[in-house]
């Protein structure tokens, strides 16, 4: 059965920037993926090879005292033909934001 | 399970428990299966106590580890605890899917139940309550990528389904007490309101609060409009409500720069505030929700007057959260619970069941679940087969008795849409004996209890059903296995120890058997004021590009509207209702749609199956109650212009719409059939002018 899981974003210590924790998750195809927003920055996620290819509207930042906001739109993929490939993802206001997705 | 094979058979099978009078032959002598596996779990009950059940019901998360899976998920589950005893409380171990506690009350209790829903919700994402607000659907979304990230469906879900007929708001919650024959208003078995998530609620919040509606309850004096309740809570609703209407996420039309805050068509508390000031009862509260009601008793006074048309059925039934939209994933994620309502009268159900048995008469709930965290119209759909069967949170686990010991088991099937169609295998001839007293919670009367055929016909619950079977071990020590058709083994039994003695086998006499009480007789035919008719169906349009196209589960040919009422009834009137399936087997994926209407029982007089009948199957008085039952498949065939034409199945019913005035709905029991529209709202009138003072 497919499963859910939620990967993080997450304020990285000394930067201006955040990180996706984890950085590299491993997922079964028809595995519902989604993104909960720690930071109190907005972020939308991209395909890195494809920037047009949009997998995740914005999410607004997080408020104090409210709940971390989670991404509106979850993505899960199809059977991989070559198992194992990362594909990589970044988000579209922070390029430095790069994170992998490896569907088994 | 394969749903459209599992379903016609079951179908079939649920047709002639009906009549009772099934040729099924008996199980067939096998070798058992070696016993192994867990022991069955039993379920921490919280009883009632001086007439009264008390019970926080707190809708909570965490990572729990779902029966045949190695690593753990984050679930939704029901967490529950006596305040006036804290020995009762369950879960023990949070770490392991199953049911939320059993509750147990006797017919007159005042229930009295805190609600609380602390799910948080940024462990759940993909859904309204987490997700942002504004989407253009208001429906849980999900793209489909192609391996290499690319984007293979743009709109994988909803695809077309539309709000408020798609999954959504899956972290909201509500209890329904299903089976009870309670007020659907305000605060009785009311699935009408919606209680968002709020973990800064505790119970020390709305103790006192909560108090004050509960003793006005224990005296019949239950809020009827939102003034009635304390002013404390409703100050705390409404500033409660409005923080989230100004911080909640949007990023919709009109958007705030940071993101948040609903615009004022999207906000709740100005809802409320509308159906406040129109006298109705508000829609969404946060954090918490209190449920009281009395199981009414039935009585007749020195005239044969009795106090009620129909009192409560002592029996065993069951509570789920019932939130439209969001029905199936709250269950699949285990919401559900057993709700065993007894009768301990002489003459009582279990009264007389106990005296018969000389007060041993060992009693085993078992609460039949499914345990997924996505729906597969969410995501990829990997497969067929939903997720496995697990009683008490175990996956096929045993239950031990003696030798000769009888047994009484309570059956829930609390799945979303697992059917379930079992037999006892034998081994050389000596197995395991049962009969079964009850159905949906009401038991069967003498004649059909003592019909030649109880206790051949295969056991069978259809998603939501009850079955009460009095279980007899065989005198032979070993291991007997419960073998659903297509599941395969679904639980085991171990026969060990010294042997019961004496040996005590069934109730074969009318006095040990207990007394149906009067409420339960048939309904006359010439007692009926109206007959209806009522088509379960299906339609797909075509896909449009880049999306695709989901089956669309409509009752007389609409999906459910909040505020429409479908069917209006008079109260203290009796009905005469067909019930009909145009799906068929020749339409994809579709199955049996199990019947559910809500607050009153009805009893089944024909069924018409086409694919296994050629005239309709009419039954023998006295007839079965149920809360739910299996529409049979239609059948397709070809017409004389060889144009296809559906020959639907259906089952006749009827029912007393008595004792409750108030709205409340009927659907299918597929649950996510349910929250994809196959539901309607219905209302119970009083033709009585009603006067109040203003």
Not at chain 2, 436 to 441: E, I
Request: hydrophobic share 35%.
């Amino acid at each position: 059965m497919p499963k859910s899981c939620i990967i993080s974003i997450n304020d990285k210590p000394g930067q201006n920037f955040a990180e996706f924790s984890p950085q590299s998750q491993t997922v079964a195809p028809g595995d519902l993926i989604n993104w909960r927003n720690n930071t109190s920055k907005a972020h939308r996620l991209v395909l890195k090879a494809k920037p047009e290819v949009t997998w995740v509207d914005e999410i607004p930042g997080k408020l104090p005292d409210q709940p971390a906001p989670t991404s509106q739109q979850g993505v899960s993929f199809s059977k991989a033909t070559t198992p194992g490939l990362p594909v990589q993802y970044m988000c579209a206001f922070h390029p430095e934001e790069i994170g992998e997705i490896i569907a088994q | 399970m394969q749903e459209n094979n599992t379903v016609k058979m079951a179908i079939a099978a649920v047709v002639a428990a009906v009549a009772l009078t099934s040729l099924l032959p008996p199980a067939q002598a096998q070798t058992a299966p070696t016993c192994a596996g867990p022991a069955l779990p039993t379920v921490g009950q919280i009883t009632s106590n001086g007439n009264k059940l008390q019970a926080v019901i707190k809708v909570v998360n965490g990572e729990r580890t779902v029966p045949g899976s190695a690593s753990p998920q984050m679930l939704r589950y029901f967490e529950g605890y006596n305040p006036a005893d804290p020995s009762q409380k369950w879960p023990v171990t949070p770490s392991a899917a199953g049911p939320g506690p059993t509750l147990r009350a006797e017919i007159g209790d005042i229930v009295q139940i805190t609600l609380l829903n602390q799910v948080k919700v940024e462990d759940f994402a993909g859904t309204l309550d987490a997700g942002i607000e504004g989407r253009t659907t208001g429906c849980d979304e999900s793209r489909k990528l192609n391996a290499d990230g690319t984007v293979a469906v743009q709109n994988f879900y909803p695809a077309d389904d539309k709000y408020p007929n798609c999954f959504h708001a899956s972290s909201s919650a509500n209890l329904h007490f299903h089976g009870t024959h309670v007020t659907p208003s305000t605060t009785g078995d009311n699935v009408l309101i919606t209680v968002r998530p709020n973990p800064k609620v505790t119970e020390e919040d709305v103790r006192e609060s909560f108090q004050e509606v509960f003793k006005r309850c224990a005296l019949g004096e239950e809020p009827k409009k939102w003034e009635d309740l304390p002013q404390a809570w409703r100050d705390d609703q409404r500033k409660l409500l409005k923080e989230y209407d100004e911080t909640a996420p949007y990023i919709g039309p009109g958007r705030n720069p940071n993101g948040h805050g609903l615009p004022s068509d999207l906000q709740l508390w100005p809802k409320n505030e509308t159906a406040i000031a129109h006298g109705l009862w508000p829609q969404y509260y946060t954090g918490s929700y209190p449920s009281c009601f009395q199981i009414p008793r039935y009585t007749e006074d020195n005239s044969g007057e009795s106090n009620v048309r129909m009192g409560q059925s002592p029996g065993t039934h069951w509570y789920h959260s019932h939130k439209h939209g969001s029905t199936s994933l709250n269950l699949f994620n285990g919401l559900a619970g057993a709700f065993i309502i007894t009768d301990n009268s002489p003459t009582g159900y279990d009264g007389k069941l106990q005296s018969f048995y000389g007060g041993k008469l060992e009693e085993k709930v078992l609460v039949i679940q499914q345990f997924t965290t996505v729906l597969n119209l969410m995501s990829a759909n990997t497969g067929a087969t939903g997720p496995p069967l697990a009683i008490n949170g175990e996956r096929v686990p045993a239950i031990t008795m003696q030798p000769g010991q009888v047994q009484l088991w309570r059956m829930v099937n609390a799945t979303v849409q697992g059917f379930v169609n079992a037999k006892f295998v034998t081994t050389g001839g000596a197995g395991i004996a049962f009969k079964q007293t009850a159905q949906d919670g009401v038991q069967l009367a003498w004649k059909s209890y003592s019909d030649p055929q109880n206790g051949k016909q295969a056991i069978e619950l259809s998603p939501a059903n009850r079955v009460d079977l009095l279980v007899q071990a065989p005198a032979e020590p070993g291991c007997y296995v419960l073998q659903d058709a297509v599941l395969g083994p679904i639980l085991n039994v171990t026969v060990t120890d010294d042997p019961v003695s004496p040996a005590k086998g069934f109730p074969v006499a009318e006095g040990d058997y207990p007394t149906q009480p009067e409420f339960l007789a048939d309904i006359d035919p010439s007692t009926v004021r109206l007959r209806r008719e009522v088509t379960f169906g299906s339609q797909r349009a075509a896909a449009p590009p880049n999306g695709r196209s989901l089956r669309q589960f409509t009752i007389d040919g609409k999906q459910f509207e909040d505020q429409v009422i479908n069917q209006v009834m008079l109260l203290d009137s009796a009905e005469e209702w067909t019930l009909y399936s145009t799906d068929n087997a020749n339409t994809a994926n579709i199955v049996g749609h199990p019947f559910h209407i809500h607050i009153n029982p009805f009893q089944i007089f024909e069924v018409f199956d086409p694919n296994t009948m050629t005239e309709p199957l009419k039954l023998s008085p006295p007839f079965v109650w149920w809360d739910t039952f299996a529409i049979p498949q239609g059948k397709e065939v070809i017409g004389e212009n060889g144009e296809k034409v559906v020959i639907p199945g259906y089952f006749k019913m009827r029912s007393r719409f008595v004792d409750f005035t108030g709205q409340y709905v009927q659907h299918c029991h597929i649950l996510a059939h349910e929250d994809r529209g196959m539901m309607q709202l219905l209302e119970v009138v009083n033709n009585k002018t009603v006067l109040t003072h203003h």
